[in-house]
């Protein structure tokens, strides 16, 4: 008996307690009872894990100050423990256990700050620097052409038709097709409410039940993750950053060059669906 003691015993004493700040997306799962949860992913910077749960978010990224802070993060001060994909942990109680690191949550930041009002003019004049981005992964698909008409229309139908057709489309664990969503929602939904444009946030509504009804089983367990936040208007900053430059609260052009540089396609695949947002805000407004 005297040899699982004392390996126990040096467990115990290996832990690392640390403290996180969380956002307020996950705050649902992070304060709810105790659950397992898995490595679903492991790079340097970050560890996604997923979380045994029917909540959403289900996935969380246990993220340090390196990597792309998603709407569904944990940051960390420190370095991550070395965990491989399959790996057990656990979350609830305000804590998250990943290896041999025991993570609190003290803190919690907003991943989906209000933009406050802005006006037609500020809008269109950031539509004309927009721009189409770098090498978008679907670039030239009908889909997303279709998806575009038809936000700009205000037609739910086709709209609705064409996000279903992009939920889960390309490679990766973020799918292309999933990000161009992602943007667009984010963007109907904030932009929507700045301009005071009610047929866009009505277009944003019907648009978030259409990708997240079975998001899990058409897409990857983190992009399923990310369009539920996207359907609150939750994102990250660099998408957050671009919505603010539209609206004249900073600098555009230098958040949007931030945006692009985001994953292989991510950022070009979000700045489109921004794009299409902004379209479709600026449509369904009307003329001053």
């Known amino acids: 008996m005297g040899g699982p003691v004392t390996v126990s015993t040096h467990a115990r004493r290996a832990r690392i307690h640390v403290t996180g700040a969380a956002s307020a997306a996950v705050r649902p799962v992070l304060e709810g009872s105790r659950r397992p949860a898995r490595v679903l992913a492991a790079f340097p910077a970050g560890v996604y894990l997923e979380v045994r749960t029917e909540l959403e978010p289900s996935v969380l990224a246990v993220i340090t100050g390196a990597a792309t802070r998603l709407p569904n993060s944990v940051l960390l001060a420190g ?88 939920v889960g489309l390309g490679p990766g664990l973020t799918p292309s097709g999933d990000d161009v969503l992602a943007g667009l929602l984010v963007t109907l939904r904030h932009l929507g409410a700045a301009a005071g444009a009610d047929r866009a946030i009505w277009l944003a509504d019907w648009l978030a039940a259409t990708v997240t009804f079975d998001a899990r089983t058409r897409t990857t367990p983190l992009s399923a993750t990310l369009l539920h936040c996207a359907a609150r208007g939750e994102a990250s900053p660099e998408v957050i950053a671009v919505l ?28 489109q669906g921004v794009g299409i947002g902004l379209a479709a805000v600026l449509s369904l407004s009307g003329p001053r």
């Open 79 to 166: 370095p991550l423990p070395h965990v491989t994909v399959g790996d057990d942990a656990s979350v609830g109680d305000r804590a998250i256990d990943l290896g041999s690191l025991s993570l609190s949550v003290r803190r919690w930041w907003d991943p989906a700050p209000p933009l406050g009002r802005t006006d037609r003019a500020r809008l269109e004049h950031a539509a004309a620097c927009l721009g189409d981005p770098p090498d978008p992964g679907l670039s030239g698909n009908g889909a997303v052409e279709m998806l575009a008409g038809s936000c700009a229309e205000g037609w739910l139908l086709g709209a609705v038709t064409a996000a279903e057709q992009l």
């Open 244 to 271: 603010r430059g539209i609206t004249g609260r900073q600098a555009l052009e230098p958040a949007l060059r931030r945006l692009h540089r985001l994953g292989h396609t991510s950022g070009s695949d979000l700045a």
